[in-house]
């Protein structure tokens, strides 16, 4: 490994280390394998900065990796052993995450405030924020894990509250909501109230999951991993998937007047044409609360 401080000499020559602000700032700087590391301006602090880089091999070696670079390597391993949803998830968060700090930025020079402000300003709600940062948080510890760097610079950051999802619909609105939708949506929207289930599981059900009376996901696609996943079938949810696995017995059932399989942004621009419709917010997972109250009641 080649180190080197050209400035560190009995003569320091300053060198252009970085930019502040577009314009060319003179800092003491250290090159590690043809790339540069920002000491600061101060000669004291930027000695004792080199001293310690020159002695903990590692932690030079991390410090060349830039938050940018930390990324994409996680997002390579998320695309293998994560599902495409998540990586989708992923790779939209920390895109915005990195646009927000810069390609430049190491994780020794990351901070808490960082992260704050990035979240702070944007325009989603906390629900969505704290999911974003979480996926940073994610992504840090991962590279602890996989020793790109010793330790999460910003563990321990507070993160915005998640709201609670309270909506459920009385029996007057689930035929409120019903009555403004439309074959073939309203299949996926009866299916949803008569079981329970997910809206992912809905959307990704296929006639391979049907068993009788019961709808099983093997553990490698359901949630968590760990188990299969059973959905019990009334009569009501069991003719209308019956009748649509004669339809495809390939792919996904619950597909649009076009064919192909429901989005989730399909789905929630429909149900937000249908809540202006009946006067309430109407979300999917309201479906799966209504089940679940109903049930206890």
Known sequence: MHVSMHEMEPKPCLGQASRISGKQTKSWYCSIKGRQIA?????????????????????????????????????????????????????????????SVGKRLRPSQLRRQHVTRWHEGMTCGSTSRNDAVSVVQRMLNWAVEQEYIERNPVKGTRKPKRRRREVFFSRDQKDAIRKHASQPFLDLLDFLFLTGCRPLEARTLEARHLHDDLVIFPADESKGENESRVIYLVPGAKA??????????????????RGGPWTKNAIVLRLNRISKKVGFRVIAYGARHSWATQALM
Not at 44 to 70: I, M, W
Not at 240 to 257: Q, T, W
């Open 39 to 99: 000491l600061g301006k101060d000669r004291r602090s930027a000695h004792q900065k080199f001293q310690e880089l020159v002695t903990d091999s590692r932690h030079v070696e991390v410090d060349a990796n830039t938050l940018y670079e930390l990324s994409q390597a996680y997002l390579d391993w998320c695309q293998i052993h994560r599902k495409p949803g998540t990586y989708e998830s992923h790779l939209r968060h920390l895109r915005q995450f990195i646009e």
């Open 240 to 257: 209308i998937v019956e009748r649509l696995a004669g339809c495809y017995p390939e792919g996904a059932l619950f597909r649009n007047s």
